[in-house]
């Protein structure tokens, strides 16, 4: 069974430029999560899907990030325009389905982004 | 106060050295995990716990509900066992998952 795909692996900008991230989750998981991690902490979850629906993204800083799951199958995540405190690896996790925390979170490789 | 804190922040061992890292928490609970983050980023789920004890090869987690704490013992550590290990549990009124920190942990041959 293939993992959590993420790309790029690795991004540099400059700040108040755009990037964007991509996610493939396991093939069939229904729940899809994207994770801040800064160094030196644990990850922040920004944005929480539901097959193509948001569960929860109290925590997504609207003003800057935006996230969609179209077709409730890959995802992609923007920020724009950068600022340096985004600096940090970007992480996708999946689960099959969400049932509270009794579900086991697979993670992608993670994308660490620059922001010079 | 952070919700869910660990200690030590940074350990290093030497190899066979039996390993324990903490986590305590302040929210209420359903599930807590434990997670290993190795350099370059990728992390695998080692154990899922909402009672007792968990036994997994050499390593071994044990939460008590009640004094809000759990520990990851490491039996006979290796060089290969370096990693971040993170503590993360599921926040029954925020319906969302809270992570620790992590304690960075080094074993040397």
């Known amino acids: 069974e293939a993992g959590v795909a993420q790309s790029p692996r690795y991004k540099i900008i400059e700040k108040r430029q755009s990037v964007a991230f991509w996610c493939n989750p396991i093939s069939g998981h229904a729940t899809l999560y994207w994770y801040q991690q800064i160094l030196g902490q644990g990850p922040k979850l920004l944005i929480q899907f539901q097959n193509n629906g948001v569960v929860d993204d109290s925590q997504l800083p609207k003003d800057r990030f935006s996230a969609e799951r179209l077709k409730g199958v890959d995802s992609t995540l923007k920020i724009q325009p950068a600022k340096l405190e985004d600096s940090a690896v970007y992480l996708c996790?999946?689960?099959?389905?969400?049932?509270?925390?009794?579900?086991?979170?697979?993670f992608g490789p993670g994308t660490r982004l620059t922001v010079l | 106060k952070n919700e869910v804190e660990q200690s030590p922040q940074n350990l290093t061992a030497q190899e066979g050295e039996f390993i324990t890292i903490n986590c305590s928490y302040s929210?209420?609970?359903?599930?807590l995990h434990w997670l290993q983050q190795h350099p370059g980023g990728g992390i695998v789920s080692l154990f899922m716990l909402s009672s007792g004890k968990k036994k997994h090869g050499r390593l071994i987690a044990t939460i008590n509900i009640q004094e809000k704490h759990s520990s990851l013992h490491i039996t006979a550590s290796h060089p290969r066992d370096s990693a971040v290990y993170i503590c993360?549990?599921?926040?029954?009124?925020?319906?969302?998952?809270?992570f620790g920190p992590g304690t960075r942990l080094s074993v040397l041959p």
């Open positions: 993360a549990v599921w926040d029954n009124y925020g319906q969302n998952f809270v």
């Open positions: 929210v209420g609970i359903s599930a």
């Open positions: 996790a999946s689960s099959a389905r969400f049932s509270g925390g009794n579900n086991e979170q697979f």
